[in-house]
C-alpha cells in the first residue's frame, strides 16, 4: 500500500514549473553537455563585451601570448562554470579575452589532459564553450617531441594531420546534433587554407616552416625509443600528449582548425639524453618571440578568411 502511495507522489514531479527547480547535484546532471557549455559561454560573455570569433589554446609554456591582448579580461577556470581545471606545471589556467590589433580572441592560457584524470569530453568541453560562445576559427598549439629528424628543438611545425593513440574519443556516447552530425568527416581535420597562411608568414619571417603529423598518445610518461619507432613507422613526425580530442570537437561543431606544434625536445632515442619537462618549458620560452610573432601574422588573416 505505501508503495503504491509513494508512486502517486511521484506522478506531479514532471510537472512542476522550471523555474523553481533547486540546483541539486540530481537536477545538474540532467543537463547536457549543450546546456552547460551555454551556461558557460554566459558567463563569459557577462565578464567582457568582447565576441571574438577566433580563439586560442596555448600549451605547454606558450600561454605568454594571451598577455599581450589588448583591453583584456582574465578569467580564472575556477570561475567558468563547468569548466575544467589545469593542473600541470606551465599551464595558468586563464581564459584570456581581449584582442590583437582590432580583433577580438580568446585565449586558453593552458588546457587539460586526459593524463590528469579528466574524461575525453571533459578535456574537449572548452571547444564546446567556444562552438557556444560564436568562435569560427581555432588555433590550438602545444609542445611537442620531435620524431622525425629535421624537426629539431625550437622548430615550429604547422600540423598537416594527426593520429590519434590515446584509445578514447570525446563523441563516444549519445550525440548531440546541436553540435554537429554523428559520423562527421575529417579528412581536412587541419584547415588547409589555414596551414598555407601558417607556412607561408613563417616563411616570410625567416623561421623555416614545416608541416608534420601528430601523434597523441595518453602520458603522462614519455614514450620509449621502441615506441618512437613505431610511431616513425606509421607515419608520425611529432608526438606529445594533447591537441587531437580537442581538434575531433572542434570539426564536430563546425569550426575550422590551425595547430601548430613546438618542438621542444626530441623525441626518446633521438638523442642519447633524458627527457624532462624543464627542458619544453624552457625551450618554449626560448621561441617565445618566433612564435608570438607568427601568431600575430596569422590572426588576421585567419579573421579575413572567416568573415
Same mark, same amino acid.
Not at 131 to 152: C, D, Q
Not at 295 to 303: E, M, N, Q, S, Y
Given at each position: 500500500m505505501s508503495a503504491k502511495k509513494s508512486s502517486k507522489t511521484n506522478v506531479p514531479k514532471t510537472a512542476l514549473p522550471r523555474e523553481i527547480a533547486v540546483p541539486t547535484p540530481s537536477n545538474k546532471s540532467q543537463d547536457g553537455e549543450f546546456e552547460r557549455a551555454g551556461k558557460a559561454a554566459d558567463f563569459i560573455f557577462s565578464q567582457t563585451a568582447h565576441r571574438p570569433k577566433i580563439a586560442l589554446v596555448l600549451g605547454s609554456g606558450l600561454g605568454a601570448f594571451a598577455d599581450e591582448f589588448a583591453g583584456a579580461t582574465k578569467i580564472p577556470y575556477a570561475k567558468i562554470p563547468h569548466f575544467p581545471q589545469s593542473t600541470a606545471?606551465?599551464?595558468?589556467?586563464?581564459?584570456? $579575452?581581449?584582442? +590583437? @590589433?582590432? $580583433?577580438? %580572441?580568446?585565449?586558453?592560457?593552458?588546457? #587539460?589532459?586526459?593524463?590528469?584524470?579528466? /574524461?575525453?569530453?571533459? %578535456?574537449? &568541453?572548452?571547444?564546446? %564553450?567556444?562552438?557556444?560562445?560564436?568562435?569560427?576559427? #581555432?588555433?590550438?598549439?602545444?609542445?611537442?617531441?620531435?620524431?622525425?629528424?629535421? &624537426?629539431?628543438?625550437?622548430?615550429? =611545425? #604547422?600540423?598537416s594531420d594527426h593520429i590519434n593513440l590515446q584509445g578514447v574519443n570525446p563523441l563516444t556516447g549519445q550525440n548531440d546534433e546541436r553540435f554537429g552530425l554523428r559520423f562527421h568527416d575529417m579528412t581536412s581535420a587541419y584547415d588547409r587554407r589555414f596551414r598555407e597562411m601558417a607556412v607561408g608568414e613563417g616563411n616570410r619571417m625567416g623561421i623555416g616552416m614545416f608541416e608534420g603529423v601528430y601523434a597523441g598518445l595518453l602520458g603522462?610518461?614519455?614514450?620509449?625509443?621502441?615506441?618512437?619507432?613505431?610511431?616513425?613507422?606509421?607515419?608520425?613526425?611529432?608526438? @606529445?600528449? /594533447?591537441? #587531437?580530442?580537442?581538434?575531433?570537437?572542434?570539426?564536430? /561543431?563546425?569550426?575550422?582548425?590551425?595547430?601548430? /606544434?613546438? +618542438?621542444?625536445?626530441?623525441?626518446?632515442?633521438?638523442?642519447?639524453?633524458?627527457?624532462?619537462?624543464?627542458? =619544453?618549458?624552457?625551450?618554449?620560452?626560448?621561441?617565445?618571440?618566433?612564435?608570438?610573432?607568427?601568431?600575430?601574422? +596569422?590572426?588576421?588573416?585567419?579573421?579575413?578568411? $572567416?568573415?
Open positions: 606545471i606551465g599551464h595558468a589556467g586563464k581564459l584570456v $579575452i581581449g584582442k +590583437v @590589433g582590432a $580583433i577580438p %580572441v580568446a585565449g586558453m592560457q593552458g588546457r #587539460v589532459h586526459l593524463y590528469e584524470g579528466y /574524461s575525453a569530453k571533459e %578535456v574537449a &568541453f572548452p571547444i564546446r %564553450v567556444f562552438a557556444r560562445v560564436g568562435v569560427k576559427a #581555432v588555433i590550438l598549439t602545444n609542445a611537442a617531441g620531435g620524431i622525425k629528424r629535421e &624537426f629539431v628543438q625550437g622548430r615550429l =611545425v #604547422v600540423i603522462p610518461s614519455y614514450e620509449t625509443p621502441a615506441e618512437i619507432r613505431y610511431l616513425r613507422a606509421i607515419g608520425a613526425d611529432l608526438v @606529445g600528449m /594533447s591537441t #587531437v580530442l580537442e581538434v575531433i570537437t572542434a570539426r564536430h /561543431s563546425g569550426i575550422r582548425v590551425l595547430g601548430i /606544434s613546438c +618542438v621542444t625536445n626530441a623525441a626518446a632515442g633521438i638523442l642519447d639524453q633524458p627527457l624532462n619537462h624543464l627542458e =619544453v618549458l624552457e625551450t618554449a620560452e626560448r621561441v617565445k618571440g618566433q612564435f608570438i610573432g607568427l601568431l600575430k601574422a +596569422v590572426i588576421p588573416r585567419i579573421a579575413e578568411a $572567416i568573415a
